[in-house]
């Protein structure tokens, strides 16, 4: 992570994914807006052709429930990528041992950890339902800001049959616990 994803990710309390990331996240809206964009390109070519033709019944729905669902997987996903933010009186160096002890629980793999934040990743098995979850932990003075989505260097997936919530629970309610 940059500094600037590190400060916009506190600021916004959001995910603040790069180019690749964008895209690899967001790309179940892409896919469904192909269809879409093709028809409209495509009247909008024969209008200005001087041949416009009018939308036929079944064309409207090829524009409309597509472009419905690729909103909505919009709004999903722009969701997904909000941090949980939990408040603890816990310093960086009383926090760490608590999340290897998670990750060690759930199979996360440290990839990065440097300053403010700590970077993991899943390497699940084939036949496990997932490509894999990235899990992302900001430290910002008493509050530890938490994320875990499915793993944009992998293949997009928009399911992670609860084990990004999973993550996310598991490491609020260690915290939780180590600051009472």
């Not at 041949?51 to 669902?69: M, R, V």
């Not at 290897?100 to 996360?108: D, R």
């Not at 403010?116 to 509050?143: L, N």
Request: hydrophobic residues 40%; proline residues 3%.
């Amino acid at each position: 992570m940059t500094t600037d994803q590190i400060e916009y990710s506190i600021r916004e309390q959001k995910l603040k994914l790069d180019f690749y990331g964008n895209f690899s996240h967001y790309g179940i809206v892409a896919f469904l807006l192909i269809l879409p964009i093709t028809l409209i390109v495509i009247h909008l070519r024969n209008y200005f052709m001087e041949s416009p033709n009018i939308l036929k019944d079944g064309e409207f729905l090829f524009l409309s429930f597509p472009s419905a669902l690729a909103f909505l997987f919009y709004i999903l996903q722009k969701s997904r990528l909000k941090f949980k933010v939990i408040q603890t009186k816990l310093s960086q160096h009383e926090l760490e041992p608590i999340i290897k002890k998670v990750a060690k629980e759930l199979g996360w793999h440290i990839t990065s950890k440097k300053g403010q934040y700590i970077e993991a990743k899943t390497f699940p098995g084939f036949f496990s339902g997932s490509w894999g979850e990235h899990i992302t932990i900001i430290f910002d003075h008493d509050k530890v800001l938490v994320n875990s989505i499915c793993d944009i260097s992998k293949q997009p997936s928009v399911v992670s049959f609860g084990r990004n919530k999973k993550n996310v629970n598991k490491l609020i309610a260690e915290i939780s616990k180590a600051s009472t």
